[in-house]
């Protein structure tokens, strides 16, 4: 069973920067898609950026597009969320989520079977 634990977020002004960090075990660390997704309250989960850690192939909600960036280090089992420029509409509690059948970046919800705790990020001045 893979497991997955977040860390990285906190307190930051608008137009700051945060990274996250997501670090897997318990599982052979195999060519899996690796997303993050976020929730703020009283809103639905949306999914913000996935990343194979085969080819490195990314997938990014528009609405972080240009201004996160999702990366890999396969050999600490670690993805990480580069979040740059943030807003206060990005306060939320970001997870990390793995879909071990596929090797294709994608953020369909549904497909993604093993879940973290989260992370949570405000951004406020």
């Known amino acids: 069973q893979l497991q997955l634990v977040e860390s990285g977020g906190g307190l930051v002004q608008p137009g700051g920067s945060l990274t996250l960090s997501c670090v897997a075990s318990?599982?052979?660390?195999?060519?899996?898609?690796i997303a993050w997704f976020r929730q703020a309250p009283g809103k639905e989960r949306e999914g913000v950026s996935c990343?194979?850690?085969?080819?490195?192939?990314?997938y990014y909600a528009d609405s972080v597009k240009g201004r996160f960036t999702i990366s890999r280090d396969n050999a600490l089992k670690t993805v990480y969320l580069q979040m740059n420029n943030l807003k206060p509409a990005d306060t939320a509690t970001y997870c990390c989520?793995?879909?071990?059948?596929?090797?294709?970046?994608?953020?369909?919800?549904?497909?993604?079977?093993?879940w973290g705790h989260g992370t949570h990020v405000t951004v406020s001045s």
């Open positions: 989520a793995a879909d071990t059948f596929t090797t294709q970046a994608h953020l369909d919800e549904g497909r993604f079977g093993s």
């Open positions: 318990g599982s052979t660390w195999n060519y899996y898609a």
């Open positions: 990343i194979s850690n085969s080819d490195g192939g990314t």
